[in-house]
């Protein structure tokens, strides 16, 4: 099961933490839309609130009003395959012997299945077929043994892929982030305790201060009646693996993401794509929204590196109210969506050199309509200037990139996918202009779907490092201890 989700958690002096939960649920809404919920601890019980739809209509004044307790997790999740239903909404919660568990995960691991068949040789009764639930009842089996941190540190020791982590067992809020940082997590400071998110738009709609990002491999415990936070570096990797395209695509541009705030990144990528294939035409033109960041780069960059007076307009113009085309679930529904999300404004097109500027082009529908769409309107030329490398491979750690089969790239050069959409030129960013913006080695960074080489051991797959898959079980991981 692959998920890409948002994940938060909260631990307050006094105050009720539903409210702040879903008020940073909605900040995080742009990384799910399947399903929203929150579950919190009084002291003496947890309370859960799960339903597939948006925030705003999963939680009524009612359903918070119920989820009593200073201490909480929530979570948002878009599924990208696996059940469309509730058994995979999250938090996923539970009871056992050693105390209650709710549990956000954000990423996707790889050996989740190896897991699970192991523990239902045990006797561990399974509701779902999400990763959610196999690090759920390992973590419970272990805090049957061990400590709350070292049971965290068995659970981490045998699982593999990527995942950060919101966890509550019973009033404790935790937050765990894989040893090579593929998704975001972050810390922040509120008035009245403390909190984790996928992104640091969640922590600034609640007031508070980004006080970091939590580093990889680390587990943060946020301190009962918010008065801290306590941290241990359990693992730690050689090289990190950081899912480039967060920058590119998913996250907020308003968020900053392991140092880097995604709207500066995103504008430099655009900067970078002047650089590197900028053409220059009367009109420079960002597919909204993702592209907007990227098109202000590029003029930029065109502007100040060329004589050429360059247009920066808005052409397109975007329904709010039709979802994002890349994550719904079918070629139709994406293919309609297309059209009925965005429309070009005529007097900014017609006669002009067009270049529009995209974050990435994964099936190549979009792609394929807009210059459609842009000639139609009477563009004289349409120039596509892409702010990612081309995407050949999927992505297994938990963005929607669907199979190889319907990635455009994938098996076409890029004049042949010029030929496809169309465009007058096309031109995608390099590989090494996104380690150089996101100023990170290569190696730092995830880049299999860019690359075909997976920071992470995918059965079938190439890796781009020595990858070590925990064999469960494995005693080592108390080594150092
Ligand atoms: S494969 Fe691509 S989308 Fe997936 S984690 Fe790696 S960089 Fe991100």
Redesign the pocket.
Known sequence: MTEKCGVVGVSLDGRNAARPLYYGLYALQHRGQESAGIVTHDGFQQHSHVDTGLVGDVFGEHDLDALAGHAGIGHVRYPTSGSLDTSCAQPFSVSFKSGSLGLSHNGNLVNADEIRDELAGIGHAFTSDGDTEVIAHDLARNLLEEDLIRAVKRTMGRIHG?YSLAISHDETIMGVRDPQG??PLCLGKLEDGYMIASESAAIDTLDGDLVRDVRPGELVVLRDGGSGFDSYQLFEAENT?H????HVY?ARPDSVIDGTLVYEARRELGRKLWEESGVVSDVVMPVPDSGRAFAAGYAEGANEESDADVEFAEGLMKNRYVGRTFIMPTQDERERAVRLKLNPIKSTVEGKSVTLIDDSIVRGTTSTQLVQLLKDCGAAEVHMRIGAPP?V???????D?ATREELMAADKSTDEIREAIDADSLSYLSVDAVAEVLQRERLD??????TGE??YDIEGEATDREVTRPEIGDESVFADD
């Open positions: 990527s593929n998704r693996a899912c480039f395209f967060e998913f995407i491979a999927p992505c297994y750690m938990g963005i990139m960074l995830c880049l299999g779907c860019v997976y920071p």
